[in-house]
């Protein structure tokens, strides 16, 4: 199993979601890490948090459901 994580941001002057992250994980610390990476590094994100305006939705997945990268090389 696998795991993704959905993180709704709630905007502080409309109240409506115009932003939604997804964390993608072999397991859920993975997830949580990813999580916290770029909450670190993104402002806009990082105040939604501290302001409580997320609503995040943890859930299982199959491994094969995992995003692969598309490197654009159809070589």
């Known amino acids: 199993m696998a795991y ?3 993180v709704d941001v709630i905007d502080a002057d409309d ?3 115009h932003v939604t992250h997804q964390f993608w994980g072999e ?3 993975e997830v949580r890490t990813n999580f ?3 909450s ?3 402002e ?3 105040a939604a948090i501290d302001d409580d305006r997320i609503i ?3 859930e299982e997945i199959d491994d094969d459901d995992l ?3 598309d490197d654009g090389d159809d070589d």
Do not use: D, N
Request: charged residues 30%; negative net charge.
């Open 56 to 58: 995040e939705t943890l």
């Open 67 to 69: 995003p692969e990268v």
């Open 36 to 38: 916290a990476e770029h």
């Open 4 to 6: 993704l994580l959905e």
């Open 15 to 17: 109240g409506t979601i």
């Open 40 to 42: 670190a590094g993104c």
């Open 44 to 46: 806009y994100f990082r």
């Open 27 to 29: 397991t859920e610390r």
